[in-house]
């Protein structure tokens, strides 16, 4: 039994060469048309969205689900949607580019959001206190060789304990991003 390749595409870049379908574009034409959807208070950096746009052109490429337009090669080659090939599934994903689209989507309550800021403070506080701990038990390790032993066990866990901690306000903080927030 044949299992479908699943290819994810960004849906802005997907339906735009959906419409396209049996026009050439290339990389920078449909990187405007690309622009033109996104929210303008994202402010994106044009050159890093057409470089996104050519790496996923070529990967589309790759798996057939576009072709170069009479084989052009180069700078300013055009493409042909071909549409989804037999034993290809097209999963569409959001645009890397879209953050300011994303903050309103995800309306976030105030209780919510103050007990995740309130969560990344006492993180960071606890971090800072782990980090501390463990820099004057090397310290007395290094001062006083004779502790050796007491204090390399207690070292070893606080350092433990700050990787532990350093995870945590990570996670923290990718949530809070996720949600449109800076810390």
């Given at each position: 039994?044949?299992?479908?390749?699943?290819?994810?595409?960004?849906?802005?870049?997907?339906?735009l060469m959906k419409e396209l379908e049996n026009s050439p574009f290339s990389t920078t034409s449909i990187r405007d048309l690309y622009l033109a959807r996104l929210s303008h208070s994202a402010n994106p950096d044009r050159n890093?969205?057409?470089k996104f746009i050519y790496k996923e052109l070529l990967r589309l490429e790759s798996a057939g689900v576009i072709k170069r337009h009479e084989g052009e090669t180069g700078r300013g080659c055009k493409f042909i949607y071909r549409g989804q090939?037999?034993?290809?599934?097209?999963?569409?994903?959001?645009?890397?580019?879209?953050q300011s689209e994303q903050k309103n989507e995800a309306s976030i309550d105030p209780v919510t959001l103050k007990g995740l800021k309130e969560e990344l403070s006492k993180r960071k506080v606890e971090l800072m206190t782990s980090i501390g701990e463990a820099e004057e038990?090397?310290?007395l390790?290094?001062?006083?060789?004779?502790?050796?032993?007491?204090v390399r066990t207690q070292y070893?866990?606080?350092?433990?304990?700050?990787t532990k901690l350093l995870g945590?306000?990570?996670?923290?903080?990718?949530?809070?991003?996720d949600i449109g927030?800076?810390?």
């Open positions: 039994m044949n299992k479908m390749k699943q290819i994810c595409v960004d849906h802005i870049l997907l339906s890093s969205i057409r090939p037999s034993g290809i599934s097209l999963k569409t994903k959001r645009s890397p580019f879209a038990y090397q310290r390790y290094n001062q006083f060789p004779a502790l050796q032993q007491a070893f866990e606080s350092r433990d304990r700050s945590q306000l990570r996670a923290v903080e990718t949530v809070l991003a927030c800076n810390s």
